[in-house]
């Protein structure tokens, strides 16, 4: 993706590319390969750890990302038409080869591939960015003890979780920009613009980046540049990193009828909230309110990153700021700072909630999102070990780094791996363990004959995995066409209906009762929160 390669010439932007870690001596050589094996160890050692101990698919987003990515071949209407609306595409798309493996699928291995390459991605290329940012190794080992010594993202690196590939992405725009700054070379710009693209279709962090990126190739470029050179490469870069926002408009267009179905359609954060509202009457804390959210996302990344990687990365900030050269040599290090305002303002304004047990109201919801400035906690520490820092108090300095960073994992891992915070809030939200999905997994697994399911979407996520029954033999109102016919009664291959109070097949029950009188019902159970579950037989003839 990028231009790696440095070469010699008589420019002064050729003097000025930054320095390839694989063209050092053979010390640095060394390091490169011990980080490598490094990295690949966590890898597969988060992975198998986490895996081990039926960890790694309890969120409700991780298990229903795997029904993304399985539903791309196993559908009433596999294919395109099954990429939906609030949800970005790319994690799907990547794990979706993999997902038609029933293993893979019903376990989400499928998708923990692919957060664990992202991982060590990112991981590599973080410590490749401090190393040319400091033109020290020692500087690049720093980052990367951040990175590997962060249980957080150990975990989410094991889980089929967008965060990791998301993450991966930023770093890669960041490495992307700083070596265009450094080189002035289009293909490098044009890198960095592909790693924009790829993430604005892996979470919406990336729309709110692409600006950012944009003004930063317009006012950061080689100084050599005039004017008229660097907004050309900023309509460019803005050009192919703004194509995968302009792909999913129109696919909403196309698909959904609404430009903005991602936004305020029934399954947006907007109509979710909106239904909360309705129904509770609860809003959330930092509804509202800039300065509260960002108190709330600072809480947030404490506990996923740890104090001392945030007390860390405010030093090196603080260095890089009062450094003017360095300033402006290492600005793109800047944009990892974009997640913050991003989740600050979506908290306020958006409809997203976060909630974070130190504050109210005391409990744990999508913590995860601070992992989204892991990367600036692990570079921005690196600027304390500057190229002029002696070789001695550099090799000291790291030493009392990885003590901290140490200290700090053992601390959040002491009340056991279950009490750490993205965890733990998996354990306490995964819908996996609810009465309703408990009770219709026992039955269906004792009484289910293989015949097609009618049932709401996005109602029983835990019961198609775990029970084994192929997404082809459902119909839910994503299936628009097949849905629509229910009205004049279910096709024969269709024997079971899966239904709870409110939900879209209870009103399809309750507006055309006739087409389902040959379905008696087998179950019906309450559940604490008015929840209920109905499970309805045709009999076999």
């Keep these: 993706m990028f231009d790696l390669a440095s070469k010699n010439s008589g420019t002064s932007l050729a003097r000025s590319q930054p320095i390839s870690p694989a063209a050092g001596a053979p010390a640095e050589r060394v390091s490169q390969w011990a980080a490598r094996a490094l990295i690949l160890c966590a890898t597969v050692g988060a992975l198998h750890y986490f895996y081990s101990r039926h960890l790694t698919n309890i969120y409700g987003d991780a298990i229903a990302h795997m029904e993304g990515a399985r539903r791309l071949s196993d559908s009433q209407t596999p294919g395109y038409a099954e990429i939906g609306s609030a949800w970005l595409p790319l994690f799907h798309l990547l794990a979706a080869p993999l997902a038609i493996n029933d293993h893979l699928w019903r376990t989400g291995l499928a998708g923990s591939f692919v957060s664990s390459a992202a991982f060590f991605v990112l991981a590599w ?64 710009l044009l890198g960095a613009a592909a790693a924009v693209f790829f993430s604005t279709l892996t979470r919406y962090d990336g729309w709110f980046l692409l600006p950012f990126a944009t003004l930063f190739v317009l006012l950061c470029a080689p100084a050599a540049r005039e004017w008229a050179t660097r907004l050309r490469h900023a309509t460019l870069f803005a050009a192919v990193g703004g194509a995968g926002p302009t792909l999913w408009v129109a696919h909403n267009a196309y698909r959904f009828g609404n430009p903005l179905e991602f936004y305020n359609g029934p399954f947006s954060a907007a109509a979710i909230y909106a239904r909360q509202l309705a129904t509770t009457g609860f809003r959330y804390p930092t509804d509202g309110s800039w300065l509260l959210s960002l108190r709330y996302y600072l809480e947030d990344c404490k506990l996923v990153l740890g104090a001392w990687s945030l007390e860390l990365a405010m030093l090196g900030l603080l260095v890089l700021f009062f450094s003017s050269a360095r300033r402006r040599r290492c600005a793109a290090a800047l944009l990892l700072l974009v997640p913050i305002v991003f989740y600050t303002e979506s908290m306020a304004h958006a409809g997203v909630p976060l909630y974070v047990p130190t504050l109210f109201p005391h409990s744990y919801y999508n913590l995860r999102y601070g992992i989204e400035m892991l990367p600036g906690a692990a570079l921005y520490p690196s600027f304390l070990l500057g190229p002029n820092l002696p070789a001695r108090r550099r090799t000291a300095a790291l030493a009392i780094v990885l003590c901290l960073y140490l200290g700090q994992a053992a601390a959040m891992t002491a009340a056991g791996i279950e009490e750490m915070g993205v965890v733990k809030e998996s354990l306490l939200n995964t819908p996996c363990r609810s009465g309703r999905q408990r009770a219709a997994i026992r039955y269906l697994l004792q009484h289910y004959d293989g015949r097609g399911i009618i049932l709401a979407a996005g109602q029983w996520p835990c019961v198609m995995p775990e029970v084994g029954i192929p997404y082809r033999r459902t119909i839910t109102e994503m299936n628009h066409r097949a849905w629509q016919q229910l009205a004049s009664g279910p096709p024969l291959w269709v024997g079971w209906i899966l239904r709870s109070q409110g939900d879209s097949v209870d009103q399809l ?13 087998v179950l019906a159970e309450a559940f604490q929160n008015r929840e209920n579950l109905e499970i309805y037989q045709r009999p076999q003839r």
């Design 509 to 521: 029950m309750r507006a055309h009762p006739s087409a389902f009188r040959d379905f008696r019902r």
């Design 125 to 188: 290329f973080t410590f490749r960015l401090a190393f040319e940012m400091n033109h020290n190794q020692v500087a690049g080992w720093v980052s990367l003890a951040a990175v590997l010594l962060c249980p957080s993202i150990l975990y989410l690196a094991a889980t089929p979780l967008t965060e990791p590939l998301a993450v991966m992405w930023s770093v890669l725009v960041v490495f992307g920009l700083f070596r265009y700054q450094q080189s002035g070379r289009i293909r490098v």
